[in-house]
């Protein structure tokens, strides 16, 4: 394994993906029902964009896990669903949520790599990533990857961090390098601050401006400090690299704009400046 890569699976290893939302002790059935109801509550977009139910009779394929609320949604519909994590942490907190459902007999998932998937060609009818193949230095051969074990005419969903956002040029480029030169001095004081702000400033102080540069910084700014591959693209880029695989792009959509507006307004603004471009292709 690359060191990137080792990096990346320790981090994730680290950060299983909605632990720190909830509040009911891990693994319970009371964790994965109140995480459901905060993700959904939080990312509402997905439950109509997302049509799980066209799983019906299709072999689906999962890359990316976290906590397998999404896969329990495909599970529940799909002939058959396999959820790939690099991360043991993923893997058995999916399995956990799919057995708890009564989803383990047609839904199960197993360790392995985006990069370099472990299954036969054409195996899958639909393989769906989201929030996850950003955080890969190499998207390009993940897609590859994808398009080899789809069946003709499978449908490829996938979620990317988009660059035409608020998030990024707001938020990111521009408040939250404002926010960081308060914390250089807040440390300067020795005043305390929280440990988001903390964190960054540690990483600062080992890695240099080079932390705080135009490329680097927004790597840290979208899963913790610690996150070192969290990937920003156009959609020019990403159609660009989906036909390069092979796909045919079907459709873009962007959403998530949390801002604490109903749910109508957040999608009306989140379709030309959300931080999720959702993009659907075919092989
Ligand atoms: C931000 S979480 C997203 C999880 C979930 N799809 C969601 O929307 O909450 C990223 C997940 O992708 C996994 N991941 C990152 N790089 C990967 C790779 N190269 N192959 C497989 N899984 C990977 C991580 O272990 C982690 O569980």
């Keep these: 394994m690359d060191k990137s890569l080792e990096q990346i699976e320790t981090f994730w290893n680290d950060n299983l993906c909605g632990n720190h939302f909830v509040n009911a002790p891990y693994p319970s059935r ?8 905060f993700r ?3 990312t509402h977009h ?10 019906k009779g299709r072999d689906v394929l999962e890359v990316g896990l976290g906590i397998g609320a999404d896969g329990t949604r495909w599970a529940k519909h799909a002939s058959t669903y396999t959820g790939v994590d690099l991360t043991d942490e993923a893997v058995h907190a999916t399995n956990k949520h799919l057995q708890l459902l009564g989803l383990d007999k047609t839904g199960k998932a197993v360790k392995g790599n ?4 472990q299954f036969d060609d054409a195996q899958f009818d639909i393989v769906y990533s989201h929030g996850v193949l950003h955080h890969t230095d190499n998207i390009k ?11 003709k005419d499978g449908q490829f969903i996938v979620m990317l961090y988009a660059k035409q956002s608020f998030n990024y040029w707001l938020r990111i480029q521009v408040w939250f390098r404002v926010r960081f030169l308060i914390a250089l001095i807040l440390n300067l004081f020795n005043i305390n601050q929280s440990d988001l702000w903390k964190n960054h400033v540690r990483n600062f102080k080992k890695k240099g401006w080079a932390y705080f ?4 910084w927004p790597h840290h700014c979208t899963d913790g400090p610690d996150c070192d591959v969290a990937n920003i693209y156009t959609r020019k880029e990403v159609k660009k690299m ?6 045919k792009v079907q459709e873009m959509k962007q959403a998530h704009f949390p801002a604490g507006l109903s749910e109508k307004t957040e999608q009306k603004l989140a379709s030309f400046m959300g931080f999720h471009l959702i993009t ?4």
Excluded: H, P, Q
Aim: a neutral charge; proline letters at 0%; aromatic letters at 20%.
């Design 213 to 216: 540069s135009w490329n680097d």
């Design 30 to 37: 009371e964790f994965f029902e109140e995480y459901r109801t």
């Design 242 to 247: 989906l036909s390069e695989a092979g796909f």
């Design 40 to 42: 959904y509550k939080k």
């Design 46 to 55: 997905l439950n109509s964009y997302i049509d799980w139910a066209s799983a």
């Design 114 to 117: 985006a990069e370099k998937l």
């Design 141 to 151: 051969n993940t897609f590859n990857e994808i398009n080899r074990v789809l069946k």
């Design 280 to 283: 659907w292709a075919k092989k």
